[in-house]
């Protein structure tokens, strides 16, 4: 049976603003979103191309949602020209419609994060998107302070080739061991059997400097298993002056998955590839 190659992107979702947890914060959004009707819930991606979230299969404690969201672009309807005769004909398309894409994702609840595995293609919608998809329905929820969504990249085998894509490094924090409070270096012995397993030591560049080379530094170190540091959050700007944030977890995990395809429209199988999504799941557990 035919396969389709599909890239997984890793992200957390987080909050930028909110009075409650991120996972407490999802789950809302997602029952408001659900509640409206399928034409209520579309919005205008980036025109001419527009999209809507269509599923949403959660579990039973709603710490795990499988989403189905999709988009299509519309006023392009060239005739369509058959692979073997090269015959032409009309396109029963009206300007109005667009072939359907879907985007697949998972959203997990581990530990107080939302880790997110995202099917990445190039006609689907992107996690910038889906963050923008989800803020303005967040906008209609009561809450004293509004929830707006936000996003981290996990990187690990490419964390070093984002870290040289980003054209300025701002901020860096370092997730330690809570045991380092008791090392020579704090000398803090009291209790800490109320403090968090991690430690977070936030490093911030001066003024237009960049603090790539101490961000390399820290992965490398990472990496080599062989000391207290646990994982590493970079905050960055690129060429086009963007945020880009990432955070590496110390994880092995796959980049793509190879679902079956359905032999007469060409997509790819939903069910197969939810299946191949949560076996990557598993390296987060």
Same mark, same amino acid.
């Given at each position: 049976m035919a396969t389709k190659t599909?890239?997984?992107?890793?992200?957390?979702?987080?909050?930028?603003?909110?009075d409650t947890t991120v996972e407490n914060a999802l789950n809302e959004t997602l029952d408001y979103i659900n509640s409206l009707s399928k034409v209520d819930r579309n919005r205008t991606i980036k025109n001419p191309k527009f999209g809507f979230l269509d599923n949403i299969n959660s579990n039973a404690q709603n710490t795990k949602h499988k989403i189905i969201f999709k988009s299509a672009s519309h006023s392009f309807r060239p005739p369509l020209v058959h692979r073997d005769t090269i015959a032409e004909r009309e396109s029963p398309k009206t300007m109005e419609e667009g072939e359907t894409q879907k985007t +697949?994702? /998972?959203?997990?609840?581990?530990?107080?994060?939302?880790?997110?595995?995202? *099917?990445? +293609?190039?006609?689907?919608?992107?996690?910038?998107?889906?963050?923008?998809?989800?803020?303005?329905?967040?906008?209609?929820?009561?809450?004293?302070? $509004? /929830?707006?969504?936000? %996003? *981290?990249?996990?990187?690990?085998? @490419?964390f070093l080739e984002e870290i040289e894509s980003l054209s300025r490094v701002v901020s860096a924090d370092v997730y330690v061991d809570k045991q380092l409070l008791g090392s020579e270096v704090l000398d803090y012995s009291e209790r800490t059997s109320t403090v968090k397993h991690e430690v977070v030591v936030s490093v911030k560049a001066k003024n237009r400097d960049s603090i790539s080379d101490f961000a390399r530094d820290v992965y490398a170190k990472l990496n080599s298993g062989q000391n207290s540091i646990q994982r590493l959050r970079? !905050?960055?700007? @690129?060429?086009?002056?963007? /945020? !880009?944030?990432? =955070?590496?977890?110390?994880?092995?995990? $796959?980049?793509? !998955?190879?679902?079956?395809?359905?032999?007469?429209?060409?997509? /790819?199988?939903?069910?197969?590839? %939810? =299946? *191949?999504?949560?076996? !990557?799941?598993? =390296?987060?557990?």
């Open positions: 599909r890239k997984i992107g890793f992200y957390y979702l987080t909050l930028a603003s909110g +697949h994702l /998972i959203t997990k609840a581990i530990n107080g994060d939302i880790i997110i595995i995202l *099917e990445k +293609h190039l006609a689907g919608m992107t996690i910038q998107q889906i963050k923008s998809y989800l803020n303005y329905f967040a906008s209609f929820l009561e809450a004293e302070t $509004q /929830i707006r969504f936000d %996003f *981290e990249t996990i990187a690990k085998d @490419n970079v !905050v960055g700007r @690129n060429n086009e002056n963007n /945020i !880009v944030k990432i =955070n590496t977890d110390f994880i092995e995990r $796959q980049e793509y !998955v190879n679902p079956t395809v359905n032999q007469v429209t060409g997509e /790819i199988r939903t069910s197969d590839l %939810f =299946n *191949e999504m949560e076996s !990557v799941l598993q =390296n987060f557990n």
